[in-house]
């Protein structure tokens, strides 16, 4: 999948700009921005001082995808959440979010998602997970069958990461007790660090391909799964167990070749867009 990405800056000149269309006059810039849109990303700034000039640019917006991209997909951030008081962000969000979604639905026949975003916690790092997941083509297939994996594999946790970006697509959890447990920033925090260490291993001009680290209790196995994909499986490990190199070699053996017979799965559903059917 390839992506063109159109930045369009909020200030007054620029919207004035992106949002004319006068052929009459040879200028038709919303059409080369808004033609053949997949997806619309609108920002708004929680503390817009505007916000009536705010909702009216947005109305322009909506006009234009009716016109050029029908069905598109528009994603809503309400942005810099994290300068509203802990208790009334939610309420906030709301009230802004439900009045879009009045505006795209009932004038425009647009259904849009929303997302309370901040540089400062993990909300934007979701949002733009979620995002990159409605892109994906057979997604629901990728999570049928990462749920498949684990019942093999048991694993605490497995996560499917967008080989690039490094955001999430899946991940499955199932043999967690209390998933409430685990850090709600750790996808982030993984994806922070593998982009890290990625860029290290480029410094001394070789390519990363992938990672395996054993613990005292557990083991993570970092995996090319596709051309487009990375699978990362946590597994827990016996501490307990007296013959524990025995069996951490055993377990990597197994493992390894367990994500060998994914790949071949995963990359069937990437290209043909359906798994193999003896698969149930």
């Not at 377990?251 to 799965?265: F, M, P, Q, S, T």
């Amino acid at each position: 999948m390839t992506l063109n990405l159109w930045d369009c800056g909020g200030q007054d000149i620029f919207m004035e700009n992106f949002l004319t269309n006068d052929e009459s006059k040879g200028s038709s810039t919303s059409s080369n921005i808004f033609r053949k849109c997949e997806v619309l990303i609108h920002v708004f700034d929680v503390e817009g001082k505007e916000v009536q000039k705010d909702i009216e640019t947005f109305k322009r917006v909506l006009a234009n995808l009716r016109k050029y991209s029908p069905n598109v997909k528009i994603f809503i951030l309400i942005h810099k959440m994290d300068l509203i008081q802990v208790n009334k962000r939610q309420e906030l969000f709301d009230l802004m979010f439900n009045k879009l979604r009045s505006i795209a639905l009932d004038e425009y026949g647009f259904n849009i998602k929303g997302f309370a975003t901040s540089i400062w916690d993990e909300s934007l790092y979701k949002a733009w997970s979620s995002i990159v997941c409605s892109l994906i083509p057979n997604i629901s297939l990728y999570e049928q069958y990462l749920s498949k994996l684990n019942g093999i594999l048991n694993a605490r946790e497995i996560i499917l990461f967008e080989k690039t970006t490094f955001l999430v697509i899946s991940s499955t959890n199932e043999a967690v007790v209390n998933s409430k447990d685990l850090d709600p920033k750790r996808f982030e925090k993984i994806s922070n660090i593998i982009k890290t260490y990625k860029q290290s291993v480029n410094k001394i001009r070789t390519n990363f391909s992938n990672l395996i680290l054993h613990g005292k209790n557990s083991s993570i196995y970092l995996e090319v799964l596709t051309s487009n994909i990375y699978i990362m499986i946590i597994l827990d490990e016996d501490a307990g167990n007296e013959v524990a190199i025995d069996y951490e070699l055993d377990d990597e053996n197994l493992v390894l070749e367990d994500i060998k017979i994914a790949r071949e799965l995963f990359e069937r559903i990437e290209t043909k867009g359906r798994l193999p059917s003896e698969v149930t």
